[in-house]
């Protein structure tokens, strides 16, 4: 008789993360003043009471200056940015099911 095919199930699989994003890590003094930025943000300051709290301590901007209310915003909305992308969850999406029949050779 004649061979019988063989059923596949076949599908796309889409998955969307932030795994693959290419991520700059931050040297140690960088990531202390931004660690404490958000310790600071997250205890409810403002952008002009944290800098004058990153300068109170000795904090130094990368270009080794004091910190200045609208230095720190900018710094807060990379934080917010980057946690964004960081947190997001990662989906997984099946679609376009199909059985297939495919002869396979013996």
Known sequence: GFPTPTPFLTFNLS?????????????????????????????????????????????????GKDFYPSLVSVIWKKIEKKQRILNQPVVKEYSDFDIVLIQLNS
């Open 15 to 63: 998955v969307l993360t932030n795994k693959f994003v290419y991520r700059i890590k931050l040297d140690k003094s960088h990531q202390k003043t931004h660690n404490k930025i958000l310790q600071l943000k997250n205890k409810g300051l403002g952008y002009r009471s944290i800098s004058k709290e990153l300068n109170r301590l000795g904090f130094k901007s990368s270009m």
